[in-house]
């Protein structure tokens, strides 16, 4: 089965709302979690990473909040703006070679 | 800012035909990924290659893969006799100390197999 899940596969959001775009990941020795943004037509771009000894950790409007209890993974985007229209991934390392990631939430804004 | 360029951006192939994605990491990058993405799906972990060696591969990446670092500078994905499932974008990517840090993707090759 898959590691890392999403609840949702489209979330549509108020410009200028606050968004948060939830993962569900199933391997308990995932220890590196990612948060990437896919325009279209562009390569996945990084947006924050958390680490398996944080519980938090906040960016420029962006902020990852990891509870490892229930295995779950979220991204708060602050003031949401046009340009936050792109698909979410999250992704994650289990501790070996490779980085994989989730199925995906497209994010719209409503002007 | 520096980045990973990959060429061509568009790929049109015949079935059966050899194919070969190249890619430039970032200069000082030690660690080179191949991922390919069909449409509307998620990002498909293929390859990882460090030190002129495949570190992990995916059960896609199967014998008609390999990855070569033929010069120091670019990073190739040859698809040996591809079939009308390889049609995807295929995204190189490195980073610069390990695998539990953040990669840097290029804008991929759409591989189209007819």
């Known amino acids: 089965g898959e590691s890392v899940g999403l609840h949702l596969p489209t979330l549509s959001v108020q410009e200028g709302d606050n968004s948060i775009i939830n993962c569900a990941y199933s391997?308990?020795?995932?220890?590196?979690f990612i948060w990437y943004k896919q325009e279209s037509g562009k390569g996945p771009q990084f947006i924050i990473d958390?680490?398996?000894?944080?519980d938090k950790r906040q960016g420029q409007r962006v902020t990852v909040l990891l509870n490892k209890t229930v295995k779950h993974l979220s991204l708060q985007i602050a003031a949401t703006q046009p340009g936050d229209s792109a698909v979410y991934f999250c992704?994650?390392?289990?501790?070996?070679?490779?980085?994989?990631f989730g199925k995906g939430t497209r994010l719209h804004i409503l002007p | 800012e520096p980045e990973v360029t990959q060429t061509p951006s568009h790929q049109v192939t015949q079935m059966g035909q050899e194919v070969i994605l190249r890619c430039v990491p970032i200069s000082n990058h030690l660690y080179f990924y191949w991922y390919r993405q069909i449409l509307g799906q998620k990002v498909e972990f293929l390859v990882s290659f460090y030190n002129n060696e495949i570190s992990e591969k995916s059960e896609i990446f199967d014998d008609q893969f390999s990855v070569e670092r033929p010069d120091g500078s670019n990073f190739t994905l040859k698809i040996r006799s591809t079939k009308l499932e390889d049609s995807a974008m295929y995204f190189c990517a490195s980073s610069l100390q390990g695998f539990r840090e953040k990669l840097f993707f290029g804008s991929g090759t759409q591989l189209s197999v007819l």
């Open positions: 992704a994650e390392n289990i501790g070996d070679d490779k980085i994989i």
């Open positions: 391997n308990s020795a995932s220890d590196y």
């Open positions: 958390i680490r398996s000894n944080m």
